[in-house]
Nanobody
Framework: VQLQASGGGLVQDGGSLRLSCTAS????????VAWFRQAPGKEREFVVS????????YYAASVKGRFTISRDNAENTAYLQMNDLKPEDTAVYYC????????????WGQGTQVTVSS
């Protein structure tokens, strides 16, 4: 499975961005998709996950109510709509996917930079 993330950029405080994560290869093996982020000098943190069927979204408390994850079955793409962005959301965002064995995310896309200016 290969993951391609895109959609990052520079936005002002309160603005919005939509990230995309497109899967290719043996996508039938994907059970869930997630977004993680890593800010400068900090550890990578979980943002949100979703089953590949589009059910059971789970959000980190820091983004709940502002971010929305969704899936486009036809495009094998997961989206992360980010609204009301704050400077503390600034980070490199990574999409990841896993199969249904355990909870480790096996496949990772390259990061996409999100910068929120105050």
């Amino acid at each position: 499975v290969q993951l391609q993330a895109s959609g990052g950029g520079l936005v002002q405080d309160g603005g919005s961005l939509r990230l995309s994560c497109t899967a290719s290869g043996r996508t039938s093996g994907i059970y869930a998709v997630a977004w993680f982020r890593q800010a400068p000098g900090k550890e990578r943190e979980f943002v949100v996950s979703l089953s590949w069927s589009g059910r059971n979204p789970y959000y980190a408390a820091s983004v709940k109510g502002r971010f929305t994850i969704s899936r486009d079955n036809a495009e094998n793409t997961a989206y992360l709509q980010m609204n009301d962005l704050k400077p503390e959301d600034t980070a490199v965002y990574y999409c990841a996917a896993r199969n249904n064995v355990g909870r480790t995310y096996h496949w990772w896309g390259q990061g996409t930079q999100v910068t929120v200016s105050s």
